[in-house]
């Protein structure tokens, strides 16, 4: 997964507007295991008192940095949510994210039938995410959340209500998704401007125009060395061609398809995107530019980081990716060449004017709720709180600076100052349950949108965007924005079928391998077609099959 590098830039905010929705657990009791306990306590300020305790398990990262005498359990955001809200939050264990030893150690928990928390917050690996709900160890989430949730938090939730579709399981919503912001890793063009200015050419708006322009880098001599070592695109498809940098997605974007996901048909089914005539097309295209040395010839042994390193190393003028490339890897570019100078551009059309590229999910991981926990309304309480008051904070707002004076910001010759260098890298969103606060999908692209047209910010999460971003990000963000109805969403997001169980190996496989060999013109285009047939007969029509069943499941009985 990529790095969520605006999650450092960004992770500061959110809104003053009360808690609302019985949020202190003041309403009826949640009906589950838990409606036959005591209610809990609540003061005229909505803290409990006595404190709950709420046991909780979350993998904790590389990243997560604490203050010497502070760790998982005892440091500035536990301290808030005792004092501020009668909560007590307790790890039942702490284990790293990294290594698979998180999940390793839930896993022999599961196995073992040990007690579970009283919260699961993950955000990782699929699979476990779907064995921890297949346990039945867990409440219906989305009837508590119906019950308890702030209007802020349900406002945020039902931006994209499909968020909830991965973590369904006989039309309950066992699992509350934590929701990210979106199109937060939507792509956009990045080009070499000093190339293109040199060579007299301007930005590609459809493929042919990215063609003449490949062409002159490849072939023009655009960094002035006299040696022809440049190229146009980087790519890299070791994993796949859809992906999160280095990105090829777009190319069959412009042919009306994107492989590797399941794309909602015009007549509301899905299908799988590299099995269509779009695809097809598309890897003529890329048959056609890997011909002409417009691609890297080491792009099938390429993942997305390394590919991007090209670009950044002056080999490459074009690479595709995220708004936020400017902070991570493309700050490089510099370091390696002081003069050189990049832009970020639309995606361009194809040959009818169509233009597509691969969305960013509204959410990053899931909560689950223990059946036995006594008082579930007091997540609710913490997590209504950092909606209403951290997701986009009011100024004057408890919040309005950052989450925690002396950590995320410092108050320097009367200023709030939020950069590393002088608060030492210390994050504390990222102690909470949901790892970044609380997020609003909307929220972000909308405020570096309006950034991007010079308008002055006014709310405290704008101000602190500005201060911190980049205007090269900006720029790009108002581009994403600008092209945000081209998007081709995963329309997949549940459990793997029984199908998809017993083949996907196989499938997976046969896929990459064929248009790896069709892209380098070791077999024609026309093998495409019986890639396709050999992909149908080997589960891909009994696959799309049990995923036009889920997807009607989900969409009719999801809320």
């Known amino acids: 997964m990529p790095p969520l590098l605006m999650a450092g830039i960004v992770s500061f905010t959110a809104v003053v507007s009360g808690c609302s929705n019985n949020t202190s657990g003041s309403g009826d ?9 005591a209610k809990a306590v609540v003061d005229k300020n ?12 979350r993998p904790w990262a590389p990243d997560v940095k604490f203050k010497s005498g502070e760790d998982q359990n005892n440091n500035v955001h536990t301290k808030w949510a005792h004092d501020k809200l009668g909560i007590d939050l307790k790890n039942l264990w702490i284990s790293p ?72 399981q006989d039309g309950k919503r066992i699992g509350i998704p934590i929701l990210d912001y979106a ?27 990215l063609e003449k322009l490949m062409d002159a880098f490849t072939n023009q001599d655009p960094d002035g060395n006299g040696k022809k070592d440049t190229y146009g695109l980087a790519i890299g498809f070791k994993n796949w061609v859809n992906t999160w940098m280095s990105d090829a997605g777009w190319i069959f974007g412009a042919f009306g398809t994107m492989p590797n996901q399941w794309n909602k048909t015009k ?33 099938g042994l390429y993942d997305e980081t390394k590919a991007s390193e090209d670009f950044t190393a002056g080999k490459a003028g074009i690479v595709v990716g995220p708004h936020w490339m400017p902070a991570w ?37 899931v909560v689950l709720i223990n059946k036995d926990m006594k008082h579930p309304e007091a997540f609710f309480t913490y997590q209504n709180y950092l909606f209403d008051q951290y997701a986009n904070p009011q100024v004057g707002g408890e919040f309005e600076n950052g989450m925690a004076e002396g950590y995320d910001w410092v108050m320097v010759d009367g200023k709030p100052m939020n950069d590393t260098e002088h608060t030492g890298g210390y994050s504390p969103e990222k102690y909470t349950l949901t790892f970044d606060g ?14 991007s047209t010079g308008e002055v910010p006014s709310t405290p999460f704008e101000k602190k965007l500005k201060s911190s971003t ?69 589960g891909g029509d009994k696959t799309t099959a049990e995923v036009n069943e889920w997807y009607k499941s989900v969409s009719n009985g999801g809320k």
């Open 438 to 451: 609380a997020r609003i999908p909307s929220q972000l692209m909308k405020a570096l949108a309006k950034l």
């Open 470 to 538: 980049p205007q090269a990000m900006i720029d790009a963000a108002s581009i994403v924005m600008a092209q945000k109805d081209i998007v081709i969403p995963q329309m997949f997001t549940g459990a793997p079928t029984a199908t998809m169980q017993t083949t996907n190996d196989i499938l997976a496989k046969l896929e990459k391998d064929t248009l790896a060999q069709i892209i380098y013109g070791k077999l024609p285009i026309d093998a495409f077609d019986k890639f396709v047939e050999n992909w149908k007969s080997s």
């Open 329 to 365: 890897p493309l700050e490089d570019v510099k370091k390696n060449n002081k003069n050189a100078q990049y832009k970020a551009y639309p995606i361009p059309a194809g040959p009818n004017q169509v233009s597509g590229r691969h969305g960013t999910p509204n959410s990053n991981g």
């Open 97 to 168: 994210s990294t290594n698979n030893a998180f999940e390793t150690k839930l896993r022999l928990s599961l196995a073992t039938n040990e007690k579970m928390p009283d919260i699961i917050s993950y955000r990782g690996e699929f699979n476990l995410a779907r064995e921890l709900i297949d346990s039945g160890k867990f409440v219906d989430a989305g009837e508590l959340f119906d019950k308890y949730a702030s209007k802020t938090w349900k406002d945020a939730m039902n931006e994209d209500p499909s968020v909830w579709y991965p973590y369904m």
């Open 29 to 37: 009791k949640p009906t589950s295991s838990a409606s036959a306990t």
């Open 267 to 299: 007549d509301g089914t899905l299908e799988y995107g590299t099995v269509t005539e779009g695809s097809k097309k598309a890897l003529a295209k890329m048959q056609s530019w890997m011909k002409s040395g417009y691609l890297p010839a080491e792009a």
């Open 183 to 209: 199109y937060n890793g939507d792509p956009v063009m990045w080009i070499r401007e000093d190339w293109m200015q040199k060579l007299n050419l301007s930005a590609p708006k459809t493929l042919d125009d």
């Open 46 to 57: 909505g803290k409990f008192d006595p404190p709950i305790t709420v046991t909780y398990l």
